[in-house]
């Protein structure tokens, strides 16, 4: 078998570039609890080595970067122990959310090449990285409420500092959206064309890198900017959220969710994107819509720290209740896209069954530690 990521350093003109690549193109990319040490394994590593400048993170093959979890072995956990614990994906959740914030947090520039397909756990893997790159055939969403999950991987961070209620639209419908969307939202920090991919790296290792990690930062932007800017590239693909912003903030404005499900649910529009994030709410879990509305609202002050630690504990709790496990089941699985979700609308979702999702499952958090 292959290895699930591909570890190297090479040498450039000064220092040391390490770089990781997700390399599970059949499926992907999509994170596995392997991959997930892997990555943590090398970030450790590096971080003590006056040798490594900086870390390139990329994925195999041209289709995506990270596609997000392997969903077909947290619903093989959550499904197999009813109720929980749910041994495997409790412990994928934990070190998962603790990678995310080392990437977050970590002192040396890392760039993320965000080409192709990014969800769920790709998009947390790039959001947390220092330098994010987007190019023509990125396609980034958190569809989280299709399998009645929620924005995950930093998501109640990332999401609650877009304009506007752009954030909290993208959580409830599921809606995709591309490179320009990507820099408008602060999802990415350059566009660059995806056939400049090695030569990106190639500049990056002429690059005569020190031991500071401010200064990396700099020639790490240096770089990139110089390949954001060149003449003649590819254009950014047309934007949908901020041409949509002021739909989206009428929308979605008031504290009443049911009103705001509803308000969505009814649209009548002849612009795509919109209607298929209305058609996205439709699909999805009502129950998953109120905890992923709920976690948002909980987290908008809090803290990085604090926003995985929330994190951790919704996922333990989704993920010992049936509803991901039906969600998963009819979108993945038997693939006939019609989930016998709990409830059938918002309301008839009684308060104390939300507010069990936010009720700590075990006496010390696993992610206190941070």
Same mark, same amino acid.
């Not at 078998?1 to 999509?30: H, Q, W, Y």
């Not at 619903?75 to 080392?102: D, I, L, Q, V, W």
């Not at 991987?153 to 500092?161: P, R, T």
């Not at 926003?307 to 989704?318: P, R």
């Given at each position: 078998?292959?290895?699930?990521? #591909?570890?190297?350093? /090479?040498?450039?003109? /000064? ?18 609890? /392997? =991959? ?9 590593? !590096? ?39 749910? /041994? ?22 890392? #760039? ?6 990014? =969800? ?36 109640? !961070? ?25 820099? %408008? ?34 020639? =790490? ?65 009502? #129950? ?19 926003? %995985? ?9 989704? =993920?010992?209740?049936?509803? %991901? ?15 016998? !979700? ?15 999702? %936010? ?12």
């Amino acid at each position: 078998m292959p290895d699930a990521v #591909l570890i190297s350093v /090479e040498s450039a003109a /000064e220092g040391k570039l390490g770089r990781l690549t997700l390399n599970s193109p059949e499926t992907l990319n999509s994170l596995t609890l /392997e =991959m997930v040490d892997l990555i943590q394994g090398a970030l450790d590593h !590096w971080r003590d080595d006056p040798a490594i400048a900086a870390i390139v993170i990329d994925g195999s093959g041209e289709k995506a970067f990270c596609a997000g979890g392997d969903v077909h072995a947290l619903h093989a956990s959550s499904s197999g122990t009813p109720g929980g614990p749910c /041994e495997y994906a409790e412990s994928f959740f934990a070190r998962e959310y603790r990678m995310n914030y080392h990437l977050h947090t970590y002192p040396k520039p890392i #760039l993320c090449w965000g080409h192709g397909i990014v =969800m769920g756990g790709g998009l947390g893997v790039m959001a947390g990285c220092s330098h994010r790159v987007v190019t023509q055939a990125t396609r980034i969403a958190m569809p989280e409420i299709n399998i009645a999950l929620f924005p995950d991987v930093g998501g109640s !961070w990332f999401l609650n500092h877009m304009p506007g209620a752009s954030g909290r639209f993208l959580a409830l419908t599921a809606a995709s959206v591309n490179a320009a969307d990507a820099l %408008f939202c602060g999802l990415a920090d350059r566009f660059i064309a995806a056939e400049q991919k090695d030569a990106v790296f190639e500049a990056l290792l002429a690059v005569q890198w020190d031991e500071d990690s401010t200064n990396n930062h700099a020639h =790490m932007r240096h770089t990139l900017r110089g390949f954001s800017e060149a003449e003649g590239g590819v254009e950014l693909p047309p934007a949908q959220v901020e041409p949509h912003l002021e739909t989206i903030n009428t929308l979605c404005d008031g504290d009443d969710i049911h009103d705001l499900i509803d308000r969505i649910s009814q649209l009548e529009t002849e612009d795509r994107w919109l209607a298929k994030a209305r058609d996205g709410l439709l699909y999805g879990s009502k #129950l998953a819509a109120l905890w992923i509305d709920r976690q948002l609202y909980e987290t908008r002050h809090s803290s990085l720290r604090e926003v %995985f630690q929330q994190e951790v504990q919704l996922g333990t709790n989704i =993920m010992r209740h049936p509803e %991901f496990a039906e969600g998963v089941r009819a979108l993945l699985i038997d693939k006939d896209r019609q989930p016998n !979700w709990a409830y059938a609308d918002s309301r008839s979702v009684p308060t104390e069954v939300v507010d069990s999702f %936010f009720t700590a499952p075990w006496p010390t958090n696993p992610l206190a530690d941070l």
